[in-house]
């Protein structure tokens, strides 16, 4: 049986990889501002469809159960400021969690207002499950209902589910559309795609006379961030 990091390498999930990241063409076309944050459980090339966010951090998973990349941390610890990104992609690196829930927690800490959230998983239900226990091992699939369950746990709203992948584990190379998939078995398919937005606050902040307005944000290191820095 093949090791965990290995499956990604395999011809069939870097053809869905690539699906799943055609999928996200219509969501990033619409997104803008400073930073944002991307996070997988392995490392390799990343190329983002078209978007207007001016700095992407991608962190990757190790052997070690950490997030490398740019800095180095738990999942479960995010050393980045509040706020800190106007988009944040999660495309299957809670699966490779045991505190999937903290780390979402912290995802929803990091994400600034009106930020919007990509979250991809594998369909714990789905026709690619014998395949994935086959060819890996240690994950924790979570289904999308689940995984909306727990953003708005956290004051983040799911506005679309999507199922970008395929219904069985094949390697079709340039076979590849960003236009979501009609089939009524979609839902039986190999992954799901969730898009979230993190709502602005309805209250209205008191503003004490003479206060300067805040500075923009953009992504930066939590005080202390750096003991957990390689």
Known sequence: MAEAPDIYTSAPMQDLLARELAALAPMLSGAY???GLVLRPWSGSLVLPPHRIGKIIELNGDEGGLLGGAVRCAPWQLPFASESFNLLIAQHALERIAQADDCLAECARVLAPEG????LGFNPLGTWRP????????LRLCSAQACKARLAGEGIE???VHFPG???PRARPGD????PTRSPFARLGS?????A???RSTLTPIRLRGAMREPARTAQLAPGAHRNCA
Do not use: D, E, F, P
């Not at 395949?131 to 240690?138: N, Q, T």
């Not at 992954?191 to 898009?195: E, K, N």
């Open 158 to 160: 799911t506005l679309q």
């Open 197 to 199: 937005r993190k709502r």
């Open 191 to 195: 992954s799901w795609l969730l898009v």
């Open 131 to 138: 395949w994935l226990a086959r060819h890996s091992r240690g």
């Open 166 to 168: 395929t219904l069985w």
């Open 33 to 35: 501002g400073n930073c």
């Open 116 to 119: 919007i959230m990509l979250v």
């Open 176 to 179: 590849v559309s960003t236009r």
